[in-house]
T-cell receptor
Framework: KAGVTQTPRYLIKTRGQQVTLSCSPI?????VSWYQQTPGQGLQFLFEYFSETQRNKGNFPGRFSGRQFSNSRSEMNVSTLELGDSALYLC????????????FGQGTRLTVV | AQTVTQSQPEMSVQEAETVTLSCTYD???????LFWYKQPPSRQMILVIR??????QNATENRFSVNFQKAAKSFSLKISDSQLGDTAMYFCAFMVATNKLIFGTGTLLAVQP
């Protein structure tokens, strides 16, 4: 069974631009979560989608948004990029059951210059 | 507030020896799951072990075991017969809402030959 796939792996953007990151979950998994990892703030939860609906949201500004498609693939969008948005963005997928472990992708390394 | 504390930023152990990583957490919930994740230099987050809060028996996965003390809100990870491939950042995390993980700051473990 293929794992969680995140694209692209690396991305360099200019301050003020917007960016879209993609995540394809493990086949059959309907929940997709996004996390931001930085040296200063560590791992922080962004949001979680289940069956195309956002169920949980972390404490991030509205510039961070996401969506999930009918095939469970998810995208995360960051508008008006700031230098502080430079981070590793991790996507995780889980099965539909409550309280299951999350399986992570290899992440997208975003650098804002 | 729900928090996870890992008080050991870095640890070192000799190959084949045993090491214990500490983790404490704070939550008012009674039902939750606890996890240890490993993040090697490749950045891929890998689930090491999982513990259901309602289970008194400590989880074990091959060389990895936990010491779960619910009253003390403590969840330590013991790695036996340490191997060079165990070198990684280890994150303690818990889940109180559906698929939302709250992570500690991590412990960087170096296994020395």
């Amino acid at each position: 069974k293929a794992g969680v796939t995140q694209t692209p792996r690396y991305l360099i953007k200019t301050r003020g631009q917007q960016v879209t990151l993609s995540c394809s979950p493990i086949s059959g998994h309907r929940s997709v979560s996004w996390y931001q990892q930085t040296p200063g703030q560590g791992l922080q939860f962004l949001f979680e989608y289940f069956s195309e609906t956002q169920r949980n949201k972390g404490n991030f500004p509205g510039r961070f948004s996401g969506r999930q498609f009918s095939n469970s693939r998810s995208e995360m969008n960051v508008s008006t990029l700031e230098l502080g948005d430079s981070a590793l963005y991790l996507c995780a997928s889980s099965s539909m059951d409550v309280y299951t472990e999350a399986f992570f992708g290899q992440g997208t390394r975003l650098t804002v210059v | 507030a729900q928090t996870v504390t890992q008080s050991q930023p870095e640890m070192s152990v000799q190959e084949a020896e045993t090491v214990t990583l500490s983790c404490t957490y704070d939550t008012s919930e009674s039902n939750y799951y606890l996890f240890w994740y490993k993040q090697p230099p490749s950045r891929q987050m890998i689930l090491v072990i999982r513990q259901e809060a309602y289970k008194q028996q400590n989880a074990t996965e091959n060389r990895f075991s936990v010491n779960f003390q619910k009253a003390a809100k403590s969840f330590s990870l013991k790695i036996s017969d340490s191997q060079l491939g165990d070198t990684a950042m280890y994150f303690c995390a818990f889940m109180v809402a559906t698929n939302k993980l709250i992570f500690g700051t991590g412990t960087l473990l170096a296994v020395q030959p």
